[in-house]
């Protein structure tokens, strides 16, 4: 697929997640810009993986295990309205789902790898969508969305975060970063 989803495919807040993919196949995408990411925590020392940027923020450990969360309940999304499910979904809170997910508890190295596994799955499951799929429609936190947008949100949303890596926690980590809480 590599057709731009429209507005009336996704809710108005993803927005901002695909307008950072760039036009083209978004399987393809997926599939290769996760090794950069995974790079750039390959950078990051275990010992600042319990660093933030700023007192409050999150930690690395903390964002990795919320990009894997986060992609594991779009696909799941997407697989639900693939597969024609039209029963409406729940949203979730990303601010419950870290703290319970204990991340800290964990190796930045663990998490990286459970995150390039969520991927490999991702990428699987776009991968082999029947081409009717990808227009097929859902609800989730009472908004509709079509199969594609969700493809384009999930690039995005790495984006996105690889993004605050590289402009908010490296240069913070570089003069000392936040501690964990």
């Known amino acids: 697929m590599t057709e731009r989803p429209v507005e009336s495919e996704y809710a108005p807040y993803y927005h901002k997640y695909i307008a950072l993919v760039p036009d083209g196949a978004v399987a393809d995408t997926l599939e290769s810009q996760i090794a950069e990411t995974l790079a750039l925590l390959a950078s990051i020392g275990e010992a600042d993986g319990d660093r933030a ?15 894997a969360d986060t992609e594991r309940i779009f696909t799941y999304r997407a697989l639900r309205a693939a597969r024609g499910d039209d029963t409406p979904l729940p949203g979730f809170d990303e601010n419950t789902y870290v703290p319970a997910g204990e991340f800290g508890g964990r190796t930045l190295a663990s998490l990286a790898d459970e995150l390039a596994a969520v991927r490999a799955a991702t990428v699987a499951l776009f991968r082999n969508l029947p081409a009717p799929a990808w227009s097929r429609r859902g609800v989730a936190n009472g908004t509709p969305f079509a199969v594609r947008a969700i493809a384009w949100i999930a690039a995005g949303h790495e984006l996105h975060h690889r993004g605050l890596f590289r402009t908010r926690y490296l240069p913070a980590l570089a003069s000392g970063g936040a501690a964990a809480e």
């Open 53 to 67: 940027y700023a007192p409050g923020k999150w930690t690395v450990k903390e964002v990795v295990g919320h990009m």
